[in-house]
């Protein structure tokens, strides 16, 4: 069943996904090779807390911290830990928070700490770029699979592979909601696409195969060659016959000046 979203109710969302930016925001003035994952949850959770939301993450379906935060060869749900972060590694933040009136935000980005192999870093070039290749599909008329079959297109283009057991998908009162947004798929199937509809769109793409395994906590997805990979994401509303962002990577473009990809 998906849920059309009235204004109200989409403005809400920005709301949740303002806490969401500005949280990542704040977390790129701290990754930094010496600091764990576990400190970068902390300040995740005091800082979304601080205003007024709740981490939208912890808890849900047992998830044991406020954000995930995967590093490296792991794609999505890393759980914070005591690991140090590392010059040259990969660090993806997903970050979810969840106003008073429950409505949830959810976004992610994946940040370099200190000098990351340039390989590396186009494949963080390539997901983002791929992440606004797909947003541009989001418009009413448009199939959900058109936004899937973009991001693969794009990807694939360009060596990398797109990773299959999990994807984008509608959200609302409800961090997850249908429809599911896959990162790959065949342009003209899948739900239309309607004003009102808001989804979060997040590709995960590998450097090499995209075969990932489910470590034994349940949780922390890698790539199965354990080579790296990268994951961004954004929601969106589809509104007034356009998609509209209502996540922001602004916050931390602002921390990061040149550094910002
Ligand atoms: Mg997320
Ligand atoms: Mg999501």
Known sequence: MIYLKAE?????LREADLVVARTLGELAKWVAPGITTRKLDKIADEFIRDNGCKPGFLGLYGFPASVCISVNEVVVHGIPSGYELRDGDIVSIDCGAVTPDGFNGDSAYTYMVGEVADEVKQLLITTKASLYEGIAKAVPGNRIGDIGNTIQTYCEKRGYSVV???CGHGVGRKLHEDPEVPNYGRR???PMIKNGMCIAI?????LGSKNVVTEADKWTTR????????HFE???????GKPDILS???YIKE???ERFI
Request: glycine share 8%; charged share 30%; proline share 5%.
């Open 202 to 206: 997040e590709p995960m793409i590998n």
């Open 223 to 230: 790539t199965r060659d354990r080579k790296p990979a990268a």
């Open 255 to 257: 921390v990061l000046g």
């Open 164 to 166: 299959r057991e999990m």
């Open 248 to 250: 922001s990577f602004d």
């Open 188 to 190: 003209g199937t899948g």
């Open 8 to 12: 109200e109710e989409i403005e809400l």
């Open 234 to 240: 954004h929601s969106i509303a589809i509104h007034n």
